[in-house]
T-cell receptor
């Protein structure tokens, strides 16, 4: 079992819709959770981090964490074509290093 | 631009050659991480430093790989006797321990081994 799992997609949504990206992790001791966006050929760019159960909102983005279910999600409201990218879920235990999922490719169609 | 810089941005080399990459962190960040990313995969952890101390190395880091951070500022990653399987994007990320330890990535170095 992979430590961090994401559906590779592609996830296709129309412009203006809500995109929902999901991630599960195996280590119950994980402390913090991150979402990065990566455009083709570029490096990962931090979108959000979350530590506590529940929702955290930042503009059009909402991260949701459920530690009991070992589940993290990212919602993107009012999706734009510029949101088309690969979204990486990353988990940090106590060691400092990030464990990444393989990423979900999002396509927002005009 | 996160403030993390990497050099070179691209490197093409022949199998068997040695290569060295450099990462300059955000100035106040005391942790520095190296990751490797191949096409279609998420980044994989290689090693990290807190100040000048190398605190963890992945099993992925064979003895052909060595990393240093001599003065707790910039870091270098050297690959000796490169192999075609070393072709990847090498990413550096830095963070400030004691805060959220949120890691910010540099632009990466794309290595192609012919």
């Amino acid at each position: 079992q992979k430590e961090v799992e994401q559906n590779s997609g592609p996830l296709s949504v129309p412009e203006g819709a809500i995109a929902s990206l999901n991630c599960t992790y195996s280590d119950r001791g994980s402390q913090s959770f991150f979402w990065y966006r990566q455009y083709s050929g570029k490096s990962p760019e931090l979108i959000m981090f979350i530590y506590s159960n529940g929702d955290k909102e930042d503009g059009r983005f909402t991260a949701q964490l459920n530690k009991a279910s070992q589940y993290v999600s990212l919602l993107i409201r009012d999706s734009q074509p510029s949101d088309s990218a690969t979204y990486l879920c990353a988990v940090n235990g106590n060691t400092g290093k990030l464990i990444f999922g393989q990423g979900t490719t999002l396509q927002v169609k005009p | 631009d996160t403030g993390v810089s990497q050099d070179p941005r691209h490197k093409i080399t022949k199998r068997g050659q040695n290569v060295t990459f450099r990462c300059d962190p955000i100035s106040e960040h005391n942790r520095l991480y190296w990751y490797r990313q191949t096409l279609g995969q998420g980044p994989e952890f290689l090693t990290y430093f807190q100040n000048e101390a190398q605190l963890e190395k992945s099993r992925l880091l064979s003895d052909r790989f060595s990393a240093e951070r001599p003065k707790g500022s910039f870091s270098t990653l050297e690959i000796q006797r490169t192999e075609q399987g070393d072709s990847a994007m090498y990413l550096c990320a830095t963070s400030l321990v004691g805060s959220t330890d949120t890691q910010y990535f540099g632009p990466g170095t794309r290595l192609t081994v012919l």
